[in-house]
């Protein structure tokens, strides 16, 4: 019977969309990291011009 239900095309499309949204939430964060790596560097360029 666990075999039959793992089988089943819900089952599948309910870990596909798990897996999905893992994935999605990982993208975010890297997404996220970036942007902010990019605003800091961004931000120490302004600061080094400043202080000429």
């Known amino acids: 019977v666990a075999l039959k239900l793992c089988q089943s095309d819900p089952v599948l499309r309910n870990s596909e969309n798990?897996?999905?949204s893992s994935r999605q939430a990982v993208m975010e964060g890297v997404r996220k990291q970036f942007i902010?790596?990019?605003v800091s560097q961004h931000e120490d360029d302004d600061s080094d011009?400043?202080?000429d």
């Open 18 to 20: 798990e897996s999905d």
């Open 36 to 38: 902010q790596r990019v």
């Open 49 to 51: 011009e400043s202080s």
